[in-house]
């Protein structure tokens, strides 16, 4: 509907359907035989009110839509199938809906706290229930406008400087490296070689980190604009964290490297920062 505002007037969106009936026909006894709205509204009485519903009901579906780029109610879009609790859902997460859960809700409450405090709206994916989360299993890699470039370019997720270095040193097997590493634990003292790195399960920066300030060895922060996640086997990911390998009983954090074998930008989907959905999909 957002995307086609004129639809709305060339075909009536579905009615709302719950409880797996259909509505009830509304009989109206016809003064006159030839009657013609007495008869039209006898014959299609339930077809006119599903109509109406769905007109009505539109508005949240288009605000759904806003939030997650599909336009859908609030129990479609989190995949709720039980009539009961569709019902139940549509209701509480009303996003036109004012209340404890929806955006309007957390703006009303934010503001009687701090009436001198001007609401924030490009942080409103912090109230949105519906805003990008993180998924079990999944790989994540948030980077700035030069990474996502080069990736779009090469067509694969290189570290900086990678590409060369692997150019320089076709021989090199990250796999190989990782085990020599592990095997002489405190007597290798060669610098692992040049990877990505990638957060399993959750991100690793808050979405609305910006490329201000500097970090470790006085290096400038990088921003967390584009996201790219995505599904990889389990050997195509090493436990480093830093310059150092590794095990999997030590490893603390859920960073792992990606092995080059495995980069391809195929493997993933691309997301960007948005204001109202944390991040939204663009490729």
């Given at each position: 509907?957002?995307?086609?505002?004129?639809?709305?007037?060339?075909?009536?969106?579905p009615?709302?359907?719950?409880?797996?009936?259909?509505?009830?026909?509304?009989?109206?006894?016809?003064?006159?035989?030839?009657d013609?709205?007495?008869?039209?509204v006898?014959?299609?009485?339930?077809?006119?009110?599903?109509?109406?519903?769905?007109?009505?009901?539109?508005?949240?579906?288009?605000?759904?839509?806003?939030?997650?780029?599909?336009?859908?109610t609030?129990?479609?879009?989190?995949?709720?199938?039980?009539p009961?609790g569709?019902?139940?859902?549509?209701?509480?997460?009303?996003?036109?809906?004012?209340?404890?859960?929806?955006?309007?809700?957390?703006?009303?409450?934010?503001s009687?706290?701090?009436?001198?405090?001007?609401?924030?709206?490009?942080?409103a994916?912090?109230?949105?229930?519906?805003?990008?989360?993180?998924?079990?299993?999944?790989?994540?890699r948030?980077?700035?406008?030069?990474?996502?470039d080069?990736?779009?370019t090469?067509?694969?997720?290189?570290?900086?400087?990678q590409?060369?270095?692997?150019?320089?040193?076709?021989?090199?097997?990250?796999l190989?490296?990782?085990?020599?590493?592990?095997?002489?634990?405190?007597?290798?003292?060669?610098?692992?070689?040049?990877?990505?790195?990638?957060?399993?399960?959750?991100l690793f920066?808050?979405?609305?980190?910006?490329?201000?300030?500097?970090?470790?060895?006085?290096?400038?922060?990088?921003?967390?604009?584009?996201?790219?996640?995505?599904s990889?086997?389990?050997?195509?990911?090493?436990?480093r964290?830093?310059d150092?390998?590794?095990?999997?009983?030590?490893?603390?954090?859920?960073?792992f490297?990606?092995?080059?074998?495995?980069?391809?930008?195929?493997?993933?989907?691309?997301?960007?920062?948005?204001?109202?959905?944390?991040?939204?999909?663009?490729?």
């Amino acid at each position: 509907m957002i995307n086609n505002p004129f639809r709305f007037y060339q075909a009536p969106p579905p009615a709302p359907t719950y409880f797996g009936g259909t509505l009830p026909t509304v009989n109206v006894r016809a003064s006159y035989p030839d009657d013609y709205v007495a008869n039209a509204v006898r014959r299609g009485g339930s077809k006119f009110l599903g109509t109406a519903l769905g007109f009505m009901g539109q508005p949240q579906r288009d605000m759904v839509e806003l939030f997650t780029g599909v336009e859908q109610t609030p129990s479609e879009a989190l995949g709720i199938s039980s009539p009961v609790g569709a019902f139940l859902t549509d209701a509480v997460l009303d996003p036109l809906n004012i209340g404890v859960t929806s955006i309007g809700g957390a703006m009303m409450r934010n503001s009687m706290r701090n009436p001198f405090r001007v609401f924030n709206l490009s942080n409103a994916y912090k109230y949105n229930p519906l805003a990008f989360k993180a998924k079990k299993g999944k790989i994540y890699r948030q980077v700035g406008q030069p990474g996502f470039d080069n990736a779009i370019t090469e067509r694969k997720i290189f570290d900086k400087g990678q590409k060369q270095f692997l150019e320089a040193n076709p021989e090199i097997n990250y796999l190989d490296e990782y085990n020599q590493a592990i095997k002489f634990k405190g007597l290798n003292l060669k610098k692992p070689s040049p990877a990505p790195f990638f957060s399993k399960d959750e991100l690793f920066f808050p979405i609305d980190r910006k490329a201000v300030g500097t970090g470790n060895k006085k290096t400038k922060y990088s921003d967390a604009e584009y996201l790219f996640e995505g599904s990889v086997p389990e050997e195509a990911l090493l436990p480093r964290y830093r310059d150092a390998y590794l095990k999997p009983t030590e490893a603390t954090t859920n960073t792992f490297v990606l092995r080059p074998e495995y980069n391809d930008l195929s493997n993933f989907k691309l997301y960007k920062r948005d204001w109202l959905r944390g991040y939204r999909r663009i490729k």
